[in-house]
């Protein structure tokens, strides 16, 4: 029996960035789309600048005007790698990441599973220097 035919609501959480719906309630999104959300905080937070979890982040955006090499690419991917696992290792499983560096922006491919549903998502993820 699905949850939705026992009469109870599919899944929902808050959405990102806070905001109120057109009832003045708080805007809520789909699990995927939470998901998705919470990686592109991760992705686009430096360490640091969140006060009670100073080690949440990548860092991405600091390294958008450093000079490109392969050996930059290969650390930003270990280090995407490394936070998705510690922050969002009990949402999704990592199926595939590429990040690349361009002029003045950072963009992350990323494919992963959402472990609520069995879902597999691909996105692209991009940022850039302010």
């Known amino acids: ?3 939705t035919s026992r009469g109870t609501r599919p899944r929902s959480d808050i959405a990102f960035p806070f905001r ?3 009832r003045g309630r708080t805007a809520h999104a789909a699990h995927g789309e939470h998901v998705h959300d919470l990686i592109e905080q ?3 937070t430096s ?3 969140r006060v009670m ?3 949440f982040g990548c860092g991405l955006l600091d390294l958008v005007f450093a000079p490109n090499s392969p050996e930059l690419v ?3 991917e270990l280090s995407v790698q490394a936070s998705l696992q510690r922050w969002l290792g009990d949402l999704i499983d990592v199926v595939a990441l ?17 472990r609520a549903t069995g879902t597999r998502a691909d996105d692209v ?3 850039r220097a302010a």
């Not at 590429?98 to 959402?114: F, G, M, Q, T």
């Open 1 to 3: 029996m699905s949850p």
């Open 74 to 76: 290969s650390t930003l």
């Open 98 to 114: 590429d990040v690349e560096s361009a002029d003045d922006a950072v963009r992350v491919h990323l494919s992963y599973v959402l």
């Open 53 to 55: 979890r100073p080690d």
């Open 125 to 127: 993820f991009e940022g």
């Open 47 to 49: 360490p640091g600048e």
């Open 20 to 22: 109120s719906d057109r």
């Open 42 to 44: 991760l992705l686009f």
